[in-house]
């Protein structure tokens, strides 16, 4: 499921944001940052606007300063949405973008971090981006996951899973309300595997990349999340 949510508050997108590089990876264009000598590497996976939004890029240099290889690719082919432009409208623009060719995008992407001699890979996804590492999620090829305010997950999606898996959802959010979130909830604790379940209160879909770093409430509920995120991390890749 999807919706105008998964659009809102779009930020003003910086190729030169961040304190890493951009750089061929696999077949894609990506943003790295943290040292390529870990021992554990992550994928971030973003929302519709892509790898170049400020704040998501903040949040990659924080996870590589927690230890890890950090990989953001552009599994938007340098097209993310854009609600101002009238000749790609959200639903041609989900249609040539689909979180189907994500997923395929990744298997490369995987590939090539695993070659820089990594002993555990982690993916965190954003609203489409959460789609995608489900998918990865459900094909065991990544060790844990992360989904953050996630978009197009269904039921189905989640009984899946099989590895360590959290999921942080939004308390106002039609795209994954906290009637879904807990759904998913049940089926995780019904399965042999770690899981973590947590609805952040006052909080809306995209809280965690698309805030508003002058509010200093909406910045401490998104470094909340991320460090929930960096917890999953430090315990489940070593």
Known sequence: MSGPECC?????LNPSAGAGHVDKFGALNAYITGSPNSNSAVLLVSDVFGYE?????????????AGYYVVVPDFLNGEPF????????????????GTDKGFEDAKPILEAIKSKGV??????????????VTELAKSGLVQAAVLLHPSFISVDDIKGVDIPISILGAEIDRVS???LVKQFEEILSAKPVASFV????????????????????????????????????AKHLK
């Open 177 to 179: 309300p906290p009637e």
């Open 53 to 65: 939004a400020p704040n998501f890029r903040k949040l990659a240099d924080k996870v590589a300063a």
């Open 198 to 233: 947590k609805i952040f209160p006052k909080t809306s879909h995209g809280w965690t990349v698309r805030y508003n770093p002058e509010d200093a409430e909406a910045v401490k509920a998104a470094d909340e999340a991320h460090q929930d995120l960096l917890d999953w991390f």
């Open 8 to 12: 809102s508050n779009p930020p003003t």
């Open 119 to 132: 002993s555990s890979i982690g993916a965190a996804g954003f609203c489409w981006g959460a789609k995608v």
């Open 82 to 97: 854009n609600p101002e432009n009238p000749n790609k409208p959200w639903p041609i623009w989900i249609k040539d973008h």
